[in-house]
């Protein structure tokens, strides 16, 4: 049986998509800070910094 092989030597960046729902569910959850990720174009940005607001703003209110 094969098994994958991974990049254990160093670090590096791996590019993926997320549905919006699913960004701002992850976010919401504490499961990913905005410290983890970069976005690649300003649109983008502009959501995450909205989700990003948005889950600041609920745990004032909590």
Excluded: P, Y
């Excluded at 919401?28 to 983008?44: M, V, Y």
């Excluded at 989700?51 to 609920?58: I, T």
């Amino acid at each position: 049986m094969k098994t994958a092989q991974f990049n254990t030597q160093g670090r590096h960046s791996i590019h993926l998509a997320f549905d919006e729902n699913t960004l701002e569910t992850l976010i919401h959850e504490g499961k990913l800070h905005a410290a983890d990720f970069n976005c690649l174009n300003k649109s983008s940005k502009k959501t995450v910094w909205n989700m990003l607001l948005s889950a600041a703003a609920r745990k004032l209110k909590s």
